[in-house]
């Protein structure tokens, strides 16, 4: 009775321990690995083909590019008021040089994904970055009027319209694979809508028409084969953010060490404390990472460089 | 005594075995009613192109300077 009452109690324990084994196991493999956000996991299931692909750096350098004039536009109002703006153009001056990596980055590589994925991710950091400086010199009240004077319109025009241009190619595309499954290709109109005579309401006001005229089994049919390639496109980026989340931290390291080398052998910058300030924040993180910090994202630098301040 | 005792286990995994054999069947029953009453209209596929194309105004949220 006794053994058989043992032998109960040790595999009870066995089993409620064995979760708690793996739980720490788990927790050491994730270590290293950083969860990707929602968004931009969307946002790469296009880009299994090379114009999506193009889109999404294209839409990232858009961005960037906004957000490189919304501080220069800050600065210049700082710099009126009398404010030491040396970290806040360091971390813009860095934020050019991103903007030059996603410039340079090619769509039809096979780890694209992987790169856009880092790149949005410096940007983020970096926009943070530079609103956590300026939170940390201005009160509430002086950012908000901040903001109202850099309220401009932002229409970077060349670079708008050219995503424009690379969202209808890319949609056009997806409408040929959709008359493809209907068995019905209007190769005129597909045209009409590239070239911008004809918006996407009216190419899909065409379709409905065509599918209201088709059988029941018909229309299952093409519902199912939309399901089917929406799961794959989702399948495939979930695989590619999956690897991208892979040795994160390692390819950060690398990435700020390369900017880094980079900004020291071109001189990027003119204003040669602004150009010393952003390598001695760039040494700083690659420290903070080095020492097992890990976070290497808000890479704030050191003490002084977030104060700013009046001069 | 100790037959009772392994009669009790025995009779736990019966239990346990026969409410997971259950609910596994339940779940594949509501599955196979599911696909049989599937039938899309218009509108569903439109939808589904919808999702299928870009936004033409559509950005990349990488946060606010300011």
Wanted: a negative charge.
């Amino acid at each position: 009775m006794k053994k058989i009452l043992g032998i109960i109690i040790v595999l009870m324990l066995l089993v409620s321990i064995s979760p708690l084994a793996l739980a720490e196991d788990e927790a050491g493999d994730t270590k290293e690995e950083v969860e990707i956000d929602e968004e931009t996991q969307e946002e790469t299931e296009i880009m299994n083909c090379s114009v999506g692909a193009e889109i999404r750096l294209l839409q990232l350098e858009k961005a960037i590019t906004k957000n490189i004039i919304k501080g220069n536009e800050t600065i210049s109002v700082l710099k009126e008021l009398d404010y030491n703006t040396t970290a806040l153009e360091a971390i813009l001056a860095e934020l050019e040089l991103l903007l030059e990596e996603v410039q340079a980055a090619d769509p039809n590589a096979t780890d694209a994904v992987q790169v856009f994925v880092d790149l949005k991710s410096d940007a983020k950091e970096l926009t943070k970055e530079f609103r956590d400086t300026l939170k940390a010199m201005l009160d509430d009240e002086a950012l908000e009027s901040l903001r109202e004077r850099i309220r401009v319109e932002f229409q970077n025009l060349n670079l708008s319209k050219k995503i424009l241009n690379r969202i209808r190619s890319y949609n056009r595309n997806q409408l040929y694979r959709l008359y493809d499954f209907i068995g019905y290709i209007n190769n005129s109109f597909l045209d009409e809508y590239e070239n911008g005579n004809i918006t996407k309401e009216q190419m899909k006001n065409q379709i409905g028409k065509i599918i209201n005229d088709m059988t029941k089994e018909k229309r299952n049919q093409i519902f199912s084969e939309l399901k089917e390639s929406k799961i794959k496109a989702r399948i495939h980026a979930m695989i590619c953010v999956e690897n991208a989340t892979h040795n994160f931290t390692s390819r950060k390291e690398l990435r700020i060490e390369h900017r880094l080398q980079y900004a020291k052998n071109s001189q990027s910058h003119t204003n040669s404390w602004v150009r010393a300030e952003m390598q001695q924040r760039m040494e700083n993180r690659l420290n903070e990472n080095n020492s097992g910090n890990g976070n290497g994202g808000s890479g704030n630098g050191n003490g002084d460089n977030q104060g700013g301040g009046k001069q | 005594m100790n037959k009772k005792i392994l009669g009790a286990i025995v009779g736990l995994i019966i239990i346990f075995s026969s409410v997971l054999v259950v609910s596994v069947l339940t779940n594949n029953v509501s599955d196979s009613d599911d696909k049989e009453t599937q039938d899309y209209s218009t509108d569903d596929i439109l939808s589904e192109i919808d999702e299928s194309l870009l936004d033409e105004d559509g950005e990349i949220e990488i946060g606010e300077m300011v």
